[in-house]
């Protein structure tokens, strides 16, 4: 009894291992079944992508590169340079009043002078003769002055009693009225000589800085400004002058604004001027008037800028650069230089479409800033252009854009907006 549960026994242990055995050979069939379905679907792909990385590369290799830039708009403070020269904001030619000879002169070229004081002394002994006779013709009519008053007097006394007619008293009034006239004519012809007599003295009459000398101790000068000699210390005086002289502490300067720019122009506005032969120095100042009305033939503004020069180092006739700020408005465009395209006809643009298509747009020019241009039409911000367009470019065709060059262009705008601003 017991021998025949362990033959039934023996069996079962035997199958266990065969079973184990199945189920590993059926996971190795499964993997690889999966295995190759997955190999099955990557190839094929895989493949699709080489072929698209293929076409697309002979697509570059046929189409033309261009290197493109968006068009924005201009992000710092409009503005604008225009050429100019420093004046002085008063000269004077000094003349000599009263004839005579210049007894001492007391300053030359370069001479800094305040207000009144005395640049020369003029010699008119004739002068000084003519003041002496001019006070005894005074003192005569003031007598005849006198007695005619006191026979007015008289006279009207006795007509009182009827003793004078009043004829005679009307004549007498008459001699009194001649003699006040003929007193307050010398005297005013004293007046006058003694002013010329004042005008011996040659005073400046404002503060500045002597530029001219044409004369010297001796030399003849006249009531109109003519000299006894030729003895010029400088060039550029008015002729006849005895000296001029030039106010520096403060300059102005004269520019022509165009048109365009001209209504944006306003009195007090800020203006920054630059001498290019000082470089790094710079004036700032203000618009201080307007001529109010454009040139007939240049159709131009003259503009007077005011700079203060307190140093004195900035020099009447030096060139320089005024840069306006200009009213606030729409910001213009801007495109590289080097993407205008100048043929026969009016300048153009090549802008390039989403779906890579190159087309020319006329374009209208606004200032010429070296490497930027300012666009006034024909383009909307944020169009893509090309930058150093082909000149086999046709319209229409489709390019291959290699380089966006937005970035680097507009950082180097800004730069050059700063170093202008500087």
């Known amino acids: 009894m017991n021998a025949v549960p362990e033959l039934m026994e023996q069996p079962q242990a035997a199958s266990a291992p065969r079973r184990r055995r199945f189920r590993t050979f059926g996971g190795a069939i499964a993997g690889g079944v999966l295995a190759l379905a997955l190999l099955a679907g ?3 792909r895989v493949a699709r992508q080489r072929r698209l990385a293929d076409a697309a590369a002979a697509v570059a290799v046929t189409l033309p590169s261009v290197s493109v ?32 000879y210049v007894r001492r002169r007391l300053v030359d070229i370069g001479s800094r002078v305040r207000a009144g004081q005395l640049l020369a002394d003029i010699d008119a002994p004739d002068l000084d003769q003519q003041v002496v006779q001019a006070r005894g013709v005074v003192f005569q009519t003031r007598a005849a002055q006198e007695l005619a008053q006191a026979n007015l007097a008289r006279w009207r006394a006795l007509a009182v009693d009827s003793a004078v007619t009043a004829q005679e008293v009307d004549q007498m ?24 007599q004042v005008y011996e003295r040659v005073v400046a009459p404002f503060a500045g800085v002597i530029t001219a000398r044409n004369v010297d101790a001796g030399a003849l000068v006249g009531t109109a400004g003519g000299v006894s ?35 944006a122009v ?29 040139d007939a033939m240049a159709r131009t503004l003259l503009t007077e800028v005011r700079v203060a020069n307190p140093t004195g180092e900035f020099l009447p006739g030096m060139y320089a650069q005024v840069q306006l700020a200009l009213g606030a408005g ?11 395209v100048i043929r026969d006809g009016p300048p153009q ?43 086999n470019l046709r319209d229409g065709s489709r390019v291959h854009v290699a380089v966006d060059t937005t970035r680097s262009a507009v950082a180097s705008r800004d730069t050059s907006s700063r170093s202008r601003s500087q």
């Open 42 to 44: 990557t190839v094929p």
């Open 69 to 100: 830039t968006t068009v924005t708009r201009e992000s710092s403070a409009s503005s604008v340079s225009l050429p100019g020269a420093l004046t002085a904001v008063q000269t004077a030619a000094i003349y000599a009043r009263t004839p005579g």
């Open 173 to 196: 009034q008459a001699a009194f009225n001649e003699a006040v006239a003929n007193s307050n004519s010398a005297e005013a012809d004293l007046q006058r000589l003694l002013q010329l």
């Open 229 to 263: 000699g030729t003895l010029t210390a400088a060039t550029g005086s008015a002729p006849g002058s005895l000296f001029t002289l030039v106010q520096t502490d403060t300059l102005s300067v004269y520019v022509t604004v165009p048109e365009d720019n001209a209504a």
């Open 266 to 294: 306003a009195i007090g506005k800020p203006a920054v001027v630059t001498v290019p032969a000082l470089p790094g120095d710079t004036l700032r100042g203000r618009v201080a008037r307007t001529a109010g009305a454009l």
């Open 330 to 340: 729409t910001p213009p465009l801007r495109v590289p230089a080097t993407a205008l």
């Open 349 to 391: 643009v090549v802008t390039v479409a989403p779906d890579s298509t190159a087309r020319y747009q006329t374009v209208t020019i606004g200032r010429d800033l070296g490497s930027w241009v300012e666009v006034t039409g024909g383009l909307a911000d944020g169009s893509v252009v090309v930058v150093n367009p082909p000149d």
